[in-house]
């Protein structure tokens, strides 16, 4: 049996009573609210008025407990998928494709296009890549220097402070390829980086951050 298994029951369970209690909830806020309308009081009533107020604010809670439920139960799936390293997890996807396109898929699944930010880091995520995606080619990662030619920033926008560029070739060392080449990506090989063309189509991995 799966260690996981009795976490992920306790969170469908907490997710089902949430509902309910929601549910429940958003009755009585129609009862109130139907109540109010066949009165029709000529005097405001002030005291049903904070109730209905009171009850719309807890509602409002619920919901934002709820949705903040479900990205926690998204973020677990992606980690029960991928590979959990330091306080992020990782997921590799085989499918080629243009580093934009890359990158919108993978804010679409709530994460960024991986920026490894330590040496560690680095060769973890190159070996996990390797058995997803294969022991050769490259994928991308998440820094670019398309905003200013030379700056290499992070999906954030902000100037990466750990680079694995591949200074093995001494006449020409990464990144080498100026305005041509603005989208870096990760050999397999070694972990190196390289900057390429971003309209290649390459596999990627994304990072998603454990709050």
Same mark, same amino acid.
Request: hydrophobic share 30%; aromatic share 6%; net charge neutral.
């Given at each position: +049996?799966?260690? $996981? ?13 949430? $509902? ?18 066949? @009165?029709? !009081? ?14 719309? %604010? ?6 934002? *407990? ?5 990205? %926690? ?14 306080? %992020? ?19 679409? #699944? ?5 920026? !490894? ?5 680095? *060769?973890? #995520? ?14 991308? /990662?998440?820094?670019? *220097? ?6 290499? +920033? ?18 020409? !060392?990464?990144?080498?390829?100026? @305005? $041509? ?12 980086? /390289? ?17």
């Amino acid at each position: +049996m799966s260690t $996981s298994e009795p976490h992920s029951t306790g969170s469908r369970m907490e997710f089902r009573g949430v $509902s309910v209690l929601l549910g429940v909830l958003l009755l009585i806020h129609c009862s109130l609210q139907q109540t109010a309308t066949r @009165k029709k !009081p000529v005097k405001k009533d002030t005291l049903q008025d904070a109730a209905v107020v009171e009850l719309q %604010k807890r509602i409002d809670e619920i919901i934002q *407990d709820l949705n903040l439920l479900k990205e %926690k139960q998204a973020l677990q799936t992606v980690c029960l998928r991928g590979e959990k390293i330091h306080k %992020k997890c990782f997921l590799a996807d085989p499918l080629k494709k243009r580093y934009h396109t890359a990158s919108e898929d993978c804010n679409s #699944l709530g994460g960024v296009l991986a920026t !490894p930010s330590s040496s560690e880091e680095n *060769d973890r #995520l190159r070996d996990y890549i390797r058995q997803s995606v294969g022991p050769d080619g490259q994928v991308w /990662l998440g820094v670019n *220097d398309m905003t200013i030619e030379g700056q290499w +920033m992070d999906q954030t926008g902000s100037s990466i402070t750990y680079k694995n560029w591949d200074a093995s070739n001494f006449r020409s !060392p990464q990144p080498d390829g100026g @305005k $041509s080449q603005n989208c870096g990506a990760m050999s397999l090989t070694g972990g190196k980086w /390289l900057d390429e063309n971003c309209r290649e189509e390459k596999p990627s991995v994304c990072e998603f951050n454990i709050v």
